[in-house]
């Protein structure tokens, strides 16, 4: 072996566990100062070209011949260091997926495929700016015979020896000439800045100071005495308990340390209020990133990251990739929320692997929720390095909000709306005419839920997922909410011709009409996933929202969690019954919780607050631990159920989904892979399936899953990821690896 090469390992970018390992390639001498761990570079595989990532180097190659150089380095900051390098081979590990599969979520904004890694980095923008070379004194004779050059370097003297170029030339009134002269006489210099595509929300003033009550200065006390190693704390205080503020006051002392905040929320619609409370307090070093800026705004952001300039970035789950330098803490608002599930290649869970990354960097993660998830919670309470801290009481109002439930088997149709009842309807007047604002939430989007036939009986479908159609009224068509087929609506049953259609149930459109007709000359805002596409939307309709005056904001999921707003007084619950009939084992806790973060909006501040829940079940559990704000029972009693079925946390799960366009070789394949699992896995298991996944057929694709459960997930995630190394499923398959669950449909 030549003592003079040096060599690298590198993961080359192919989708497949069976060549999940690295490869020995012979480093350029042109390249030996410039490559590093963690460059992106393009190997020769083969008769092709391939993108890898380069894990380590090393003098010498245990293969004796044969190797080949890399042929060349893609231009893109260094991916991962140690750190993230030590977190990826986790992910890929526990997650059973590939590792260049997982590298691709460390990269660049725009650099997420080979094509794109192939190609240049996004441009960067930049404009001239003039610079004084010299001191300029006014009475300078020569400077007076050329007025237009004189009134430039009077221009550049105001405003500190330093301006844009074309606000310099109107300022002075001069011309292009004159500022020619002047650089090429050497008293002024053009430089190039670099000019980023910055995305602010506007940001409001500051409320005053805050005081912390006792509850909320014992949190930040518990943090603050391990901000220099790693611990997992759960803040679970009551809805409008100041969790806020306690974020707040961790970041202020870890900021001064000189470590930089990552600050996690589940959506985007929680961002703006975030962003505005944060950089209130703590300056203009705060940023936020996630998937509404556009490709060019994540990318100079994600170099502003790189490069130290941020302070404290909020963002969705996506944002845990970004490279932070001297990362101090992870926060997570809202831990409980299944959005920080990722439902794409690799089907990670934003909270596990941002514990990782604490444990992997010694410091803090910092989690809160008013309603923790079931496994969130008895982790807290049993694990030796997590703390549970509690905020039984609100900040600002110690009013209890009076819950009111109304049972929609008793109205009189004939009489009474079922979506605006006569209760809601007389609460909603009786704040409105005060002046306060009312939050409406249903849990489904669109008009209606389906459309029938009154003559004939036939329901659209779908014929990608053989399931009903929803009517959207603002766009005229009928939509598919699992796999996204449109169909004009033409108001005609396409069986029978009959013009008999009847829109059957209830989406939040069907609402905002219902509430535009009752409630005419009242501000009316509507938030779901359809309407707030456009970049900024989500601050545009809070903006609006939140002006002076009453107000009725109706919205889907979105507008259960994060709004702090002082004078919402009301919040109605038009149907929960939707949450409660899903066949998945964490619906009465999804279902908890949306009804509590909702209800939650309600009597902020120092207003009196009222919940109106409409239902067909108020027999329910989950109803009746939500009237009573009491979570303790609700999860003690969750927790039971969850021990006699096995069920996390006292198991791990793992649901394996095969999918294919043909039911019987779907059929055949599930019944190959649990053979091959019964063959390889040699421990205490037990395995549910392969059986039809409750939405069995989605986009044309029929699915059967099989459920295997552990209280070992390390070893079983090891085995089954050994095991399907070997594994060659037919081509027309798909194979979904979801560990960790959040939705088994």
């Not at 456009?534 to 999921?557: C, D, Y």
Request: hydrophobic content about 35%.
């Amino acid at each position: 072996m030549d003592p003079g090469k040096k060599y690298a390992e590198v993961y080359v970018d192919i989708r497949s566990l069976g060549v999940d390992h690295p490869f020995d390639y012979i480093i350029p001498p042109k390249m030996k100062s410039s490559l590093g761990v963690g460059s992106v570079v393009m190997v020769p595989v083969l008769n092709r070209t391939q993108v890898g990532y380069v894990v380590a180097l090393k003098e010498k190659s245990s293969v004796a011949t044969g190797l080949k150089e890399i042929s060349g380095l893609v231009d893109v900051p260094p991916v991962f260091d140690s750190h993230r390098l030590e977190l990826a081979l986790w992910i890929s590990s526990y997650y059973i997926q590939p590792l260049t599969t997982v590298l691709r979520l460390f990269l660049p904004p725009g650099k997420k495929s080979k094509k794109a890694l192939e190609g240049a980095l996004p441009t960067h923008r930049y404009r001239d700016i003039i610079k004084t070379a010299v001191s300029y004194d006014r009475h300078d004779p020569l400077w007076c015979r050329r007025k237009a050059q004189k009134r430039i370097m009077e221009a550049l003297a105001e405003a500190g020896g330093r301006m844009e170029k074309s606000r310099l030339l109107e300022k002075a009134g001069s011309g292009r000439a004159a500022l020619k002269n002047i650089l090429e006489g050497g008293q002024a210099v053009l430089e190039k800045e670099r000019v980023m595509r910055d995305f602010r929300y506007e940001s409001r003033p500051a409320g005053g100071d805050i005081r912390l009550n006792s509850y909320q200065k014992a949190c930040v006390d518990s943090i603050s005495s391990a901000l220099s190693t790693h611990r997992v704390f759960l803040i679970h205080g009551v809805t409008g308990s100041g969790k806020t503020e306690i974020y707040i006051d961790i970041s202020r002392k870890v900021l001064e340390m000189g470590k930089k905040v990552l600050v996690l929320v589940p959506e985007i619609s929680l961002t703006p209020q975030l962003f505005s409370r944060f950089e209130s307090a703590l300056g203009d070093r705060v940023a936020v990133y996630h998937s509404h800026m556009s490709e060019p705004e994540r990318y100079d952001r994600w170099m502003e990251i790189l490069e130290g300039d941020i302070g404290l970035v909020i963002g969705t789950r996506s944002a845990l990739f970004t490279p932070v330098r001297d990362l101090g803490i992870i926060i997570i608002d809202e831990e409980h929320d299944p959005s920080y599930k990722e439902n794409s290649l690799v089907r990670y869970n934003t909270r596990d692997v941002a514990e990782k990354l604490c444990l992997i960097r010694d410091i803090p993660l910092v989690m809160g929720s008013a309603t923790p998830s079931i496994v969130s919670r008895y982790m807290a309470e049993n694990r030796q390095d997590h703390t549970l801290l509690r905020v039984p009481v609100k900040a600002q109002n110690t009013r209890t909000v009076k819950r009111q439930v109304v049972d929609l088997r008793a109205i009189d149709t004939k009489k009474e709306d079922r979506y605006i009842t006569g209760t809601l309807y007389r609460s909603m007047r009786q704040e409105l005419g005060r002046g306060n604002k009312v939050i409406i939430f249903i849990n489904r989007r669109g008009f209606s839920n389906f459309v029938v036939c009154t003559a004939c009986g036939d329901i659209p479908r779908c014929p990608a997922c053989e399931l009903s159609y929803n009517y959207h009224r603002d766009v005229g068509k009928l939509m598919c909410h699992h796999c996204g087929r449109e169909e004009a609506y033409t108001g005609i049953c396409r069986v029978c011709g009959s013009k008999t259609l009847f829109l059957a149930g209830s989406g939040v459109q069907r609402v905002e009409a219902a509430l535009q007709a009752r409630f005419p000359g009242v501000p009316l805002f509507r938030m779901d996933s359809d309407i707030t596409t456009r970049k900024k939307s989500h601050q545009e309709i809070i903006n609006g929202f939140t002006r002076p005056g009453k107000a009725i904001l109706v919205g889907t999921q979105m507008i259960a969690k994060g709004l702090d707003i002082a004078d919402v007084t009301l919040v109605g619950i038009i149907n929960c019954d939707s949450m409660l009939s899903l066949p998945d084992y964490h619906m009465n806790e999804r279902a908890y919780q949306r009804i509590t973060q909702v209800s939650g909006r309600a009597g902020r501040k120092d207003k009196e607050g009222r919940v109106v829940i409409q239902t067909y079940r108020p027999e329910s559990g989950v109803i009746s631990h939500s009237m009573e704000e009491d979570y303790e029972s609700f999860y003690r009693q969750e927790l039971e159920s969850r021990r006699e079925l096995s069920y996390p946390p006292f198991s791990h799960l793992i649901n394996l989904v095969v999918s294919g366009l043909d039911e019987k070789a779907v059929e055949t394949e599930a019944k190959k892979i649990l053979d091959k699992i019964h063959k390889d896995i040699k421990m205490n298991i037990d395995i549910l399936g392969p059986a039809p996944a409750p939405f069995y057929r989605i986009n044309r694709y029929y699915r059967k899953h099989i459920l295997v459960k552990s209280r070992d997930i390390g070893r079983l995630t090891g085995l089954l990821g050994r095991s399907l190394k070997s594994y060659r499923k037919e081509k027309d398959i798909r194979l979904i690896i979801d560990v960790d669950p959040v939705w088994i449909l």
